[in-house]
């Protein structure tokens, strides 16, 4: 059984909007700092945002301003709202704990993809 489970990723049109989620069966939310990955064909994986146990969310500069994330402790489910999304946001998107080296990290669940289209 994979430790994170990704969903709400799909088609969608430049400006547009999708909002993923993410739990898990063997992380507690409520005491971890949680983060959203992605990594695009030929690239490696890119951190996205994270949120600290306390619900303090931090942002990478390439989609400050365009994602959200947050969370719900009570349904142990982290949530990134994507908006104003562009052709370069076509990724594969990942949940996980926080690294600022995504590398180090192990447990990857399948993700889910957001492709951008017209």
């Known amino acids: 059984q994979a430790w994170f489970e990704e969903s709400g990723g799909g088609l969608v049109q430049p400006g547009g909007s999708r909002r993923l989620s993410c739990t898990s069966s063997?992380?507690?939310?409520?005491?971890?700092?949680m983060a959203w990955y992605r990594q695009a064909p030929g690239n490696e994986r890119e951190l996205l945002a994270h949120?600290?146990?306390?619900?303090?969310?931090r942002y990478a500069d390439s989609i400050k301003g365009r994602f959200t994330i947050s969370k719900d402790n009570a349904k142990n489910t982290v949530y990134l709202q994507m908006d104003n999304l562009n052709y370069e946001d076509t990724a594969a998107y990942y949940c996980?704990?926080?690294?600022?080296?995504?590398?180090?990290?192990?447990?990857w669940g399948q993700g889910t993809l957001v492709t951008v289209s017209s």
């Open positions: 063997r992380v507690t939310f409520s005491r971890t700092t």
């Open positions: 949120i600290t146990d306390d619900d303090l969310p």
């Open positions: 996980n704990s926080y690294s600022d080296i995504p590398g180090y990290l192990s447990n």
